[in-house]
């Protein structure tokens, strides 16, 4: 009997929940996709670091499974307190509390087990989305793979009995604490008023501001400071006071715009703005806490997705900056280097690479060049600190040709530079020095010889060219000559794909060694482009792909609830939307009403980490400003992340919406 009762309540139910179960497929068809990404015999042959992605998974997953428990667990006790008067009644009429427990936890296990079987097949298909996409970013062909490898299916089966088991125990202690009265009136208890004075929620609203403008300072300070010992500290700091803060503006700031609205009557009793203000007062007094979860679930998934998007930025172009070439060796020889001037060794063993190379690969292009230096600091004085060119105190010259080779071996127009003119060419980090040095339009003198500055960019610079230098000085080859040797590098273009085995070949040859004081040390000067492709691609699709993982599980979670939420007010609302009609308000403008009630409730949680995440990315994408691409900007990469979410965002927003009015017209 009580399974012929748990069916029918699901049939009857399913209309309501519908948006829940989706959303309990999607979580779990999300989870199952990762595993079966992380557990990928293809994926994880990509490169010998790949075998991470199946741990940070698993770590990210054990996260996800708490919110997910945290979700499913808040759905039952709202259908719960939704149904208490059903409950109340069965007691009334003689049925023991025991059975009507029983008949609870079947449903939601009825319902829990459909979504799970269906998200098995829909995460079958996300996983071979995704396996997809990784591959195309190892520029490696993919089949696709319909076969389930038992692993990830243990494990997605492992999180879901764990979450049910957990939110079926929550739910039957909740049910054997509770009497017929309490069944009976359950539904119109709401969560208690924590500040009872308007003066006092006011004044707390402006103090939780003050917080949270101190947690941003700290937070864009710790960022500053990255290598004081003091940055943990700082950022620990900082975000304890924005958790702070989000929960108490998220308490008070409701009240604080009724309060707005109150004082200003012709805002307050223009047109239907009083009835969706009322509204919206009794759900912000009444799911403080609820919507304080929900703000901070927002504010860590627009974090996330924009950190996702700035570290894939950061991994692709730093297989540019640090390996523009096919193999390059550095360090071949220095004048100005103690731990490599006269040290033959090091020649030798460049020799040993250079002459492997040659007889192993098809070369392409090749061109060995040097970078000089007279030890003066004429371009580097514009620099904050004076003489300060990266890893040198001095200004680092390169021969326009062989500048050109380079351009030319990248794609790239090369220059045309007079006798007297000299070009700067620098990164990310010295791009507002530049601006300096371009305006200054300082003349400089090399080997008695005026030069007037050409230009000035950050396109096309590499690393490898300066092993270390932020920015390079290009002059005239005929100025070149007797200039100290800072390094001798030699860079080659292959016809053959590089990969991680290459630059294993060329490791076994050994390392250079050079003396630092009374200590030896071991250097390997191959740049091999295959093993940075390898392994910053690897670490891309670990942090990248976890991060949007999270973000996209944290926005169905909020959508989610906030759907249930504004759901169960159409049953509240269905006679005030009858008594408008009454009244001979049109339909079109009971829609509009819909809209402003459904518009208040979605977007009250989202304003707060909405600015967060702004101050935040700012300071985010500024840590990361070094080792991100020129194109790359704080302005685009937040305004990808608020539009990704707006996107997610909207369509809960409408299902709810649609949901909404067939509920009220029914």
């Known amino acids: 009997m009580l399974s012929k009762l748990a069916l029918r309540n699901v049939r009857r139910s399913i209309k309501d929940y519908v948006i829940y179960m989706v959303t309990v497929m999607m979580a779990f068809?999300?989870?199952?996709a990762f595993n079966f990404v992380s557990f990928s015999k293809d994926i994880l042959e990509l490169s010998e670091m790949m075998e991470n992605l199946k741990y940070i998974i698993i770590f990210v997953s054990c996260i996800i499974v708490f919110v997910i428990a945290w979700l499913i667990n808040y759905t039952m006790k709202f259908m719960f307190s939704k149904r208490s008067k059903e409950f109340g009644t069965y007691m009334l009429l003689g049925i023991e509390k025991k059975y009507i427990n029983r008949m609870f936890l079947l449903e939601n296990i009825i319902i829990g087990l459909v979504s799970f079987i269906i998200s098995f097949f829909v995460g079958i298909l996300l996983g071979n989305v995704i396996s997809a996409i990784v591959m195309q970013l190892f520029d490696m062909p993919y089949k696709i793979n319909l076969s389930i490898n038992l692993a990830p299916v243990l494990l997605s089966t492992l999180y879901f009995v764990l979450i049910y088991l957990f939110t079926l125990f929550r739910s039957s202690r909740r049910m054997k604490k509770m009497?017929?009265?309490?069944?009976l009136y359950l539904e119109k208890k709401n969560e208690e008023k924590i500040w009872k004075k308007r003066k006092n929620r006011n004044i707390l609203f402006i103090f939780f501001v003050i917080l949270g403008i101190l947690g941003l300072y700290l937070c864009d300070h710790?960022?500053?400071?990255s290598n004081n010992p003091s940055m943990l500290g700082y950022l620990g700091t900082s975000i304890l006071l924005l958790i702070i803060s989000i929960y108490g503006i998220t308490f008070t700031l409701g009240d604080f715009i009724l309060a707005f609205i109150n004082k200003r009557r012709k805002i307050k009793y223009r047109k239907d703005n009083l009835f969706v203000a009322k509204n919206f007062e009794a759900k912000s007094r009444t799911i403080g806490?609820?919507?304080?979860?929900?703000?901070?679930?927002i504010t860590l998934t627009l974090i996330c997705m924009n950190m996702s998007f700035v570290m894939k930025d950061a991994f692709e172009n730093n297989i540019e900056q640090q390996a523009p070439y096919d193999m390059m060796v550095e360090g071949i020889y220095s004048d100005v280097e103690e731990s490599w001037t006269g040290k033959q060794d090091n020649r030798q063993k460049?020799?040993?690479?250079?002459?492997?190379?040659?007889?192993?690969?098809?070369?392409?292009?090749e061109l060995q060049y040097q970078l000089l230096t007279t030890q003066d600091n004429q371009v580097a004085k514009h620099v904050k600190d004076i003489g300060n060119n990266g890893l040198y105190d001095y200004d680092v010259y390169l021969k326009a040709s062989d500048y050109n080779t380079l351009l030319e071996m990248l794609g790239a127009n090369p220059i045309e530079l007079e006798e007297d003119e000299y070009f700067v060419t620098g990164d990310k980090t010295v791009q507002g020095y530049l601006k300096e040095i371009s305006q200054a339009n300082d003349t400089i003198t090399i080997n008695g010889k005026p030069l007037s500055l050409k230009g000035t960019t950050i396109k096309n610079f590499r690393l490898g060219w300066g092993t270390g230098a932020s920015f390079l000085i290009i002059i005239p080859d005929n100025l070149a000559k007797n200039m100290q040797v800072v390094t001798e590098v030699y860079a080659f273009d292959t016809k053959e794909e590089t990969t991680e085995k290459d630059n294993a070949k060329l490791e076994e040859l050994g390392y250079y060694e050079f003396k630092d004081g009374d200590s030896y040390f071991a250097y390997f000067p191959v740049t091999v482009r295959g093993y940075y492709?390898?392994?910053?691609?690897t670490a891309m699709t670990i942090f990248s792909f976890s991060l949007l993982y999270v973000s996209i599980i944290f926005i169905t979670?909020?959508?989610?609830?906030?759907s249930i939420q504004t759901l169960s007010d159409s049953n509240k609302n269905k006679y005030q939307y009858k008594l408008l009609k009454k009244l001979g308000v049109e339909e079109k403008e009971i829609n509009k009403t819909i809209r402003k009630q459904i518009t208040a409730n979605f977007l009250f949680p989202t304003i707060y980490p909405i600015i967060i995440s702004i101050v935040t990315s700012y300071s985010i994408n500024r840590l990361f400003y070094a080792v991100t691409s020129a194109s790359m900007n704080y302005f685009t990469s937040i305004m990808i992340t608020i539009g990704i979410f707006t996107i997610i965002y909207g369509i809960y927003?409408?299902?709810t919406y649609f949901t909404f009015k067939n509920n009220i017209e029914d």
């Open 29 to 32: 068809s999300l989870i199952f």
């Open 179 to 183: 009497k017929i009265h309490d069944l």
């Open 222 to 225: 710790a960022f500053v400071i």
């Open 289 to 297: 806490f609820t919507l304080g979860t929900l703000s901070l679930l």
């Open 350 to 365: 460049a020799q040993e690479y250079i002459d492997y190379i040659h007889q192993n690969y098809n070369i392409v292009n």
């Open 533 to 537: 492709e390898s392994s910053n691609k």
């Open 557 to 562: 979670v909020v959508g989610t609830i906030l």
């Open 653 to 655: 927003y409408i299902a």
